[in-house]
């Protein structure tokens, strides 16, 4: 999925770098603007052979008694700790590419957040489901 990911990147970052060519040679440059979009796609290429590697590496979580622990990150590393007691729901995601790999993508919301707190990429559309469970009835638990 990483790499997949990367690869689009690298498709859609290549297509705009050959579109800012495109227009520096209408505007009247005529000698560099196609040294643009070649050195993108090398530099994505360069990346995409390296990075999706480290970033699958770098992923991790760990379910303990009170909390969830997130970890992720390949130059930057980010550790969130997400308390049982503050999850406020859990969902499955599964885009087209996800869905036809079998994989699933997981989504904390908390009460303090707009958007997701913690995402975990990458599981199986089982793990996801059983993770799910044990999150929101841990947080029903909790409640109670």
Avoid at 35 to 60: F, I, K
Wanted: proline share 4%.
């Amino acid at each position: 999925m990483f790499r997949i990911r990367a690869l689009l990147r690298m498709g859609v970052y290549g297509a705009m770098a050959l579109a800012v060519a495109l227009a520096l040679t209408f505007a009247g440059n005529e000698r560099w603007p196609f040294l643009l979009p070649c050195a993108v796609v090398l530099g994505l290429s360069v990346l995409t052979a390296w990075y999706p590697q480290r970033a699958h590496e770098r992923w991790g979580w760990a379910l303990r008694e009170h909390d969830l622990i997130i970890s992720h990150g390949v130059l930057l590393q980010q550790v969130v700790s997400i308390p049982a007691g503050r999850i406020q729901h859990v969902d499955v995601h599964q885009g087209p590419i996800e869905r036809s790999l079998g994989l699933a993508r997981l989504q904390i919301f908390t009460a303090a957040g707009s958007g997701a707190d913690g995402e975990i990429p990458g599981l199986t559309r089982e793990t996801a489901d059983a993770l799910r469970e044990r999150l929101v009835r841990r947080e029903a638990d909790d409640v109670v």
